[in-house]
């Protein structure tokens, strides 16, 4: 007589090993959950609510490019490298999220921008998100260079002020702005070109030591600030007071180092960051460093609340904010 053989006979039942919501699940068969999904959407000829027009590109890391309506032929106009949020390890350039809330921001800002895919934890942790970031910011400024040895993109080479060069991210993307303004302080970018400005929107900073209010609720270990570091970047030298990630820790190099002349923070009243925030502000006068600062803390809002919901009026105001800081020579 045969025997009947239930299916957990073949396949061992799938567990969950690592929980890091409300970013992602690992599970034991390694397949890795985002809770947070964030699935391909093309870009658009114009966008009809904004204007705005966007671009995929095939470099590496690839990139999404959106441009504002033009006046004329030849107008020239600032450019924005965007770094999107998502703690290293969710979010995408190409998500339909980043899609809405970055034709706003081309729009209010009359910019390009040029928005980074960089890798994700865990199929690639921390630092390739770093080195792709910075060398999707040399490409976007080896554009200036008379012989290159790539094909430049025509709305860069025909539109970007390379006079007007910006750095910008969300959150973990904030993060990797501040860094690569860094790294440009001792690693000279191509056409020796300068960042005009760093925008940091609720930077993603941590560290072992408390900083305000009840930003440590419970143990380090157990603050989801910690465990996101420790599952991106395991290897990090000095773990959680590594200087990428605790710019103001001890032993960090002075924050007068970041090589651009013109800085905006901007952070929302009731996000756990905000303390973070605040003290990199601090820290950033105390080091004298040498440049306009504007800072922007928006009351009654939450996380990153200008990027799902970019209609709103706090989002328009913190974008009338940007606009101004990047347009005012």
């Given at each position: 007589m045969a025997t009947l053989?239930?299916?957990?006979?073949?396949c061992a039942e799938k567990k969950l090993i690592f929980d890091l919501s409300p970013f992602l699940k690992i599970y034991n068969d390694d397949t890795v959950h985002?809770?947070?999904?964030?699935?391909?959407?093309?870009?658009?000829?114009?966008?009809?609510?904004?204007?705005?027009?966007?671009?995929?590109?095939?470099?590496?890391p690839p990139t999404r490019i959106f441009m504002p309506q033009l006046k004329n032929s030849d107008q020239k106009l600032p450019i924005l490298v965007h770094y999107h949020a998502g703690g290293f390890c969710v979010g995408s350039a190409f998500s339909e999220t980043d899609l809405k809330y970055l034709n706003h921001l081309s729009s209010n800002v009359n910019a390009i921008i040029v928005s980074v895919e960089y890798p994700l934890a865990p199929e690639r942790k921390l630092p390739a998100a770093y080195d792709d970031s910075w060398a999707a910011l040399r490409w976007?400024?080896?554009?200036?260079?008379?012989?290159?040895?790539?094909?430049?993109?025509?709305?860069?080479?025909?539109?970007a002020d390379f006079d007007q060069?910006?750095?910008?991210?969300?959150?973990?993307?904030?993060?990797?702005?501040?860094?690569m303004v860094m790294r440009a302080g001792s690693d000279p970018l191509p056409g020796n070109l300068k960042i005009k400005g760093l925008i940091a929107n609720h930077p993603y900073f941590w560290g072992s030591i408390p900083i305000g209010g009840n930003e440590f609720e419970a143990e380090l270990?157990?603050?989801?600030?910690?465990?996101?570091?420790?599952?991106?970047?395991?290897e990090a030298p000095g773990g959680i007071d590594n200087p990428m990630i605790n710019p103001i820790g001890?032993?960090?190099?002075?924050?007068?180092?970041?090589?651009c002349s013109k800085v905006f923070f901007s952070a929302a009243e009731n996000d756990t960051l905000k303390e973070r925030a605040v003290a990199y502000w601090k820290k950033v006068k105390e080091c004298r460093w040498r440049g306009e600062m504007e800072t922007v803390e928006v009351a009654g809002e939450d996380h990153c609340f200008h990027i799902f919901d970019p209609e709103s009026e706090n989002s328009k105001f913190l974008f009338r904010k940007m606009a101004s800081f990047v347009n005012s020579r």
């Open positions: 053989l239930s299916s957990s006979n073949f985002r809770l947070v999904d964030s699935p391909y959407v093309p870009p658009l000829h114009r966008d009809p609510v904004t204007g705005v027009s966007s671009r995929d590109t095939v470099t590496v976007v400024c080896s554009h200036v260079l008379g012989e290159a040895h790539f094909e430049k993109d025509p709305w860069i080479a025909n539109h060069i910006f750095v910008i991210g969300d959150s973990a993307g904030a993060n990797i702005a501040h860094n270990e157990k603050t989801l600030g910690y465990r996101v570091w420790e599952f991106v970047y395991p001890e032993g960090a190099p002075c924050l007068s180092r970041l090589a």
